[in-house]
């Protein structure tokens, strides 16, 4: 099975149990649904107010298992590919590039690159601060899985300001369409926490081996166009802090025509 066959494959395994588990009430953690993305923020939150489980808002058995779970246990074993091959909104994101592909829509580096980077963080920020000080959890009002979810199973009431954050919610996905992974790159808070292990997760021994392919097949494009994130392969796959670890890059049919000539 090849890389883009097997990631997709996991990619909608993810997307199974996180259907379950909302179909089922249960608050199963997966990074790229809901509760994961929920529990993640919601951990960076409490630790920065150690107050709200004071108040009996959270207890800490609650917040041990969302920490290990949600944030800790997926980071330290992979790192930031639980964005590329792990996270159901990611499978989502990527369908919509695909269409985006077919229409030549795609726009690897939009105006102001540079810049939008720098949302995530403010994202993240103000998460972490309206949570501690106002109990709001920002993330979870904002993220499109949270809507995506019960939408589709039927179990999200529609009034005037949820049809209003729903609105955002699906315009920030649907910029996918013509950005790849628009929500990855430069909204999402949960990558970041996650992505803090690119380069000391327990996957990277795996990968040197990968990396070496990479550098040896790399063409050094000046915008990759198969890397979802645009970046150099050749430098950063796979310990950069914005590599997904998708492993696109190793099926650059570009890369494989250089790997073919040796």
């Known amino acids: 099975m090849g890389i883009r066959k097997l990631r997709v494959a996991v990619q909608l395994i993810s997307a199974g149990v996180a259907a379950v588990?909302?179909?089922?009430?249960?608050?199963?953690?997966?990074?790229?649904?809901a509760a994961g993305c929920a529990g993640i923020i919601d951990t960076?939150?409490?630790?920065?107010?150690?107050?709200?489980?004071?108040?009996?808002?959270?207890?800490?058995?609650?917040?041990?298992?969302?920490?290990?779970?949600?944030?800790?246990?997926?980071?330290?074993?992979?790192?930031?590919?639980?964005?590329?091959?792990?996270?159901?909104?990611?499978?989502?994101?990527?369908?919509?590039?695909?269409?985006?592909?077919?229409?030549?829509?795609?726009?690897?580096?939009?105006?102001?690159?540079?810049?939008?980077?720098?949302?995530?963080?403010?994202?993240?920020t103000a998460?972490?601060?309206?949570?501690?000080?106002?109990?709001?959890?920002?993330?979870?009002?904002?993220?499109?899985?949270?809507?995506?979810?019960?939408?589709?199973?039927?179990?999200?009431?529609?009034?005037?300001?949820s049809a209003l954050k729903m609105s955002v919610a699906f315009g920030i996905l649907g910029v996918s369409v013509f950005v790849p992974r628009f929500v990855c790159r430069y909204?999402?808070?949960?990558?970041?926490?996650?992505?803090?292990?690119?380069?000391?997760?327990?996957l990277d021994p795996l990968l040197k081996g990968k990396t070496e392919i990479v550098r040896k097949g790399c063409r050094g494009c000046k915008v990759c166009t198969v890397c979802p994130q645009a970046l150099d392969p050749a430098e950063a796959f796979p310990n950069d802090f914005d590599c997904m670890r998708c492993g696109r890059c190793l099926d650059c049919p570009i890369h494989l025509r250089m790997i073919g000539k040796d």
């Open 44 to 124: 960076g939150t409490i630790l920065l107010a150690l107050p709200v489980v004071a108040a009996g808002l959270v207890t800490l058995t609650q917040l041990a298992a969302v920490a290990l779970v949600g944030w800790v246990v997926p980071a330290i074993l992979v790192g930031g590919a639980v964005c590329g091959w792990i996270c159901p909104l990611g499978l989502v994101q990527d369908v919509l590039a695909g269409l985006g592909r077919k229409l030549g829509l795609t726009v690897h580096r939009p105006p102001g690159h540079g810049v939008l980077l720098y949302l995530r963080y403010a994202t993240l």
């Open 21 to 33: 588990g909302v179909a089922f009430g249960l608050k199963v953690v997966v990074p790229g649904i």
């Open 187 to 202: 909204i999402c808070p949960v990558g970041v926490l996650l992505r803090l292990a690119n380069g000391w997760s327990l």
């Open 127 to 161: 998460t972490l601060v309206l949570g501690s000080f106002a109990a709001y959890k920002l993330w979870y009002k904002v993220c499109p899985m949270h809507y995506l979810s019960y939408i589709l199973l039927g179990r999200q009431e529609i009034g005037l300001y």
